[in-house]
């Protein structure tokens, strides 16, 4: 947090904190609105981009100022920081899964998170996000058997053209209709 400000732990760090993963992540991940971030100088580089601190590796996401929302303050050991609240964290890996791991892994996280997600709050979040998100919410929510009903926000989102379902795979796959998403997930795609 003293290295840039506002911030706060995000993705896959705030994925692991929330026990949405049973995976380890090798960086923390912090996302910022800042304009200007840490950057290593010299010719010293890392084999992994970050910037690091001791034995730590931090990779900052940079958004949008109106985009820095979503975030919970809590405490870890006798720290208190700021963190990407789960909804949040959840939303943020329909639009960067490769902050994550993958999107197996994001799909996962939906799933572990299904019993306490809170609906009205992740379809709001992604509603200031952008169209795409919003399509992408609304296939894996329905997926997870969420109600119609429920997802009619999200379904009234306009977009011109199909999105791929993983924003980080290849533009191949069956394309569905409802929620103009390209089903571009392992096994779905042919050839």
Same mark, same amino acid.
């Not at 580089?45 to 303050?73: D, M, S, W």
């Not at 399509?135 to 999105?163: C, D």
């Given at each position: 947090?003293?290295?840039?400000?506002?911030?706060?732990?995000?993705?896959?760090?705030?994925?692991?904190?929330?026990?949405?993963?049973?995976?380890?992540?090798?960086?923390?991940?912090?996302?910022?609105?800042?304009?200007?971030?840490?950057?290593?100088?010299?010719?010293?580089?890392?084999? =992994?981009?970050?910037?690091?601190?001791?034995?730590?590796?931090?990779?900052?996401?940079?958004?949008?100022?109106?985009?820095?929302?979503?975030? =919970? =303050?809590?405490?870890?050991?006798?720290?208190?920081?700021?963190?990407?609240?789960?909804?949040?964290?959840?939303?943020?890996?329909?639009?960067?899964?490769?902050?994550?791991?993958?999107?197996?892994?994001?799909?996962?996280?939906?799933?572990?998170?299904?019993?306490?997600?809170?609906? =009205?709050?992740?379809?709001?979040?992604?509603?200031?996000?952008?169209?795409?998100?919003?399509?992408?919410?609304?296939?894996?929510?329905?997926?997870?058997?969420?109600?119609?009903?429920?997802?009619?926000?999200?379904?009234?989102?306009?977009?011109?053209?199909?999105?791929?379902?993983?924003?980080?795979?290849?533009?191949?796959?069956?394309?569905?209709?409802?929620?103009?998403?390209?089903?571009?997930?392992?096994?779905?795609?042919?050839?």
């Amino acid at each position: 947090m003293a290295l840039v400000q506002p911030s706060a732990i995000s993705h896959w760090s705030a994925l692991s904190y929330h026990g949405l993963t049973e995976q380890t992540p090798r960086h923390v991940f912090v996302l910022t609105p800042a304009r200007s971030i840490p950057r290593m100088r010299g010719k010293k580089k890392l084999a =992994e981009p970050g910037y690091p601190v001791g034995n730590t590796i931090y990779r900052f996401v940079q958004v949008k100022p109106e985009h820095f929302f979503g975030i =919970e =303050e809590v405490w870890v050991e006798e720290a208190r920081i700021k963190m990407a609240d789960p909804e949040r964290t959840l939303v943020d890996g329909l639009t960067s899964p490769q902050y994550f791991g993958d999107f197996s892994e994001v799909l996962h996280a939906f799933e572990m998170r299904k019993p306490k997600l809170d609906l =009205e709050r992740i379809i709001g979040y992604a509603l200031k996000l952008d169209a795409a998100t919003a399509k992408r919410l609304g296939w894996v929510l329905e997926h997870q058997g969420v109600k119609s009903s429920r997802l009619k926000e999200l379904q009234a989102v306009p977009i011109k053209g199909y999105r791929v379902l993983d924003p980080t795979g290849p533009r191949r796959g069956p394309c569905n209709s409802r929620w103009m998403i390209q089903e571009n997930l392992p096994g779905k795609v042919s050839g």
